[in-house]
C-alpha cells in the first residue's frame, strides 16, 4: 500500500513536500513515480526515481523545481515542489513498479497511492 500525504493550499511561489510511505511489500526494490491528475484533464507524469536513486526523471514542465528522493530505510518517496504555480494545481498520486526502474509511463506501475491534493493559489 502507498499513502500519499502534504498535499495543501500554498500561494503561488510557495513550497511544499509530499512524501510517499509504502508498506506491504519490498520498497527497497520498486521504482517510484509521481503523477498528477488536474481536474477535467488526463493523469500525467511528473517524476520518477528508480530502486536505489541512480536514475531520474522529470516531466519538462518540473524540471528545475521539483526535486524527487526516496528514502529506503524509511520506506518513503517524497516530491519537493519549489516556486509552485496555480497551473500545477492537481491531484498528485505516486506510484510503485515491482520492475525497479523509473518511467513516465504508468503502464509500468503496479500500485497506486489515493493521491492528495495540491491547490496553488495566484
Known amino acids: 500500500q502507498l499513502q500519499a500525504s502534504g498535499g495543501g493550499l500554498v500561494q503561488a511561489g510557495g513550497s511544499l513536500r509530499l512524501s510517499c510511505a509504502a508498506s506491504g511489500g519490498i520498497f527497497s526494490s520498486y521504482g517510484m513515480g509521481w503523477f498528477r491528475q488536474a481536474l477535467g484533464k488526463e493523469r500525467e507524469f511528473v517524476s520518477a526515481?528508480?530502486?536505489?536513486?541512480?536514475?531520474?526523471y522529470y516531466a519538462d514542465s518540473v524540471k528545475g523545481r521539483f526535486t524527487i528522493s526516496r528514502d529506503n530505510a524509511k520506506n518513503t518517496v517524497y516530491l519537493q515542489m519549489n516556486s509552485l504555480k496555480p497551473e500545477v494545481t492537481a491531484v498528485y498520486y505516486c506510484a510503485a513498479g515491482a520492475r525497479g526502474y523509473a518511467s513516465g509511463s504508468r503502464r509500468d506501475y503496479d500500485v497506486w497511492g489515493q493521491g492528495t491534493l495540491v491547490t496553488v493559489s495566484s
Open positions: 526515481i528508480n530502486w536505489n536513486g541512480g536514475r531520474i
